[in-house]
């Protein structure tokens, strides 16, 4: 017996001949790949969280790209990163988030170029170290937990202070993204004080 897929018929099928009932059907399927083909007039917002409701934690993941922007919510833009890092530029800049960075840390040796995607408001130390462990865990000559752990501590002696930002992007040496102070804030976030220059 072969698997049929309702998603696979849904992407092959002339938008012509696809009714509600086939598209209502793909969706209870929960198949996540359906976001990548699903017409525009049946990509509604309840239609796209049944779908990410149903796929659960599969490894499966869309592109974001093929959504709308108006369609692209918090939760939506949340779940596309999770499943794949290569959707943050996708993401509105409002949406960006410290969960994101922390994904983004995760596999930061694959795709540090992403790093500048990153409002500045949204990095800490916990997400720094991470990206530091990532970056020097695959070489076996590089004593990670020792070095990272007097990152961390000159890193949090000056917490609060304005230089400690500065230093994360020094200590990285990753994209050529400075800081500045500023009254007006650097993003989203109403009590941020900081901005890209």
Request: proline share 4%; hydrophobic share 45%.
């Given at each position: 017996?072969?698997?049929?897929?309702?998603?696979?018929?849904?992407?092959?099928?002339?938008?012509?001949?696809?009714?509600?009932?086939?598209?209502?059907?793909?969706?209870?399927?929960?198949?996540?790949?359906?976001?990548?083909?699903?017409?525009?007039?049946?990509?509604?917002?309840?239609?796209?969280?049944?779908?990410?409701?149903?796929?659960g934690d599969g490894w499966s993941s869309f592109s974001l790209s093929r959504l709308p922007v108006d369609k692209r919510s918090q939760e939506v833009c949340n779940v596309a990163v999770e499943k794949d890092i290569d959707n943050l530029p996708e993401v509105p800049y409002t949406l960006r988030n410290q969960n994101m960075l922390k994904v983004l840390m995760g596999s930061l040796k694959n795709h540090m170029h992403y790093l500048a995607l990153i409002p500045s408001c949204c990095w800490n130390v916990e997400a720094v170290y991470k990206g530091i462990r990532n970056l020097f865990s695959g070489n076996s000559s590089y004593d990670y937990r020792r070095d990272a752990i007097t990152i961390t501590v000159v890193v949090s002696m000056k917490k609060g202070r304005p230089w400690k930002r500065h230093k994360y992007f020094f200590l990285l040496s990753l994209v050529p993204l400075k800081t500045e102070r500023s009254t007006e804030g650097c993003c989203h976030y109403p009590d941020c004080q900081w901005k890209l220059r």
């Open positions: 017996m072969t698997n049929f897929s309702i998603c696979t018929a849904i992407a092959n099928l002339p938008v012509s001949l696809l009714t509600s009932e086939i598209i209502k059907a793909g969706v209870e399927e929960g198949n996540i790949r359906l976001l990548d083909c699903l017409p525009v007039e049946f990509m509604t917002m309840e239609n796209i969280q049944r779908i990410l409701q149903k796929s």
